[in-house]
């Protein structure tokens, strides 16, 4: 049992920003950033694959409303998704969970390191993907 399933059932507080039959959202314990937004289903899965058509259905639906509410309380106008799957991902609770990280003006956020590499292998790979869906 991870630890957001203890806050899913209420033996360990949080602060509480939206609930729903299928999905919680609550201010992460150590924020990179004010208004640092944790939304997880309620169904406990580790990893996206993991989860259930439905219960990814309803983090989508109200992800838009939650980004609109940590925007209007933080005065924020950018912000990242970020969303880690296994250890090597950074992933360290393992239940689904979606950050919503506002980057403020005075730099606080989430740090990215982008090196985009060239698009090698491309049909073979596209066609591979495919084939697995
Ligand atoms: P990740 O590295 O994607 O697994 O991130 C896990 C996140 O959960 C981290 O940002 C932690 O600060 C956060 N976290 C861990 N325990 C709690 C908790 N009890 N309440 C709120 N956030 C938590």
New binding site residues.
């Given amino acids: 049992m991870t ?2 399933s203890k ?1 899913i059932d209420g033996e ?1 507080p ?2 509480r920003v939206y609930e729903d039959e299928h999905v919680l959202a ?7 950033s004010r208004g ?1 937004t ?1 939304l997880i289903p309620k169904m406990p899965a580790a990893t996206m694959a993991e989860l259930s058509d439905d219960a990814a259905a309803a983090m989508g639906r109200v992800l838009p409303r939650l980004c609109r509410a940590v925007m209007a309380a933080t005065g924020c106008t950018a912000y990242n998704l ?3 799957n296994g250890a090597a991902a ?5 239940h689904v ?1 979606v ?1 919503i990280i506002p980057k403020h003006d005075d730099g606080t956020g989430l740090d990215l390191t982008w090196r985009p590499d060239t698009l090698d292998d491309a049909q073979s790979l596209a066609t591979a993907i495919a084939n697995a869906m």
């Fill in positions: 630890i957001f806050i360990i949080c602060h609550f201010l992460d314990i150590g924020p990179l640092h944790l970020l969303q880690n950074h992933q360290e609770v393992m969970h950050h």
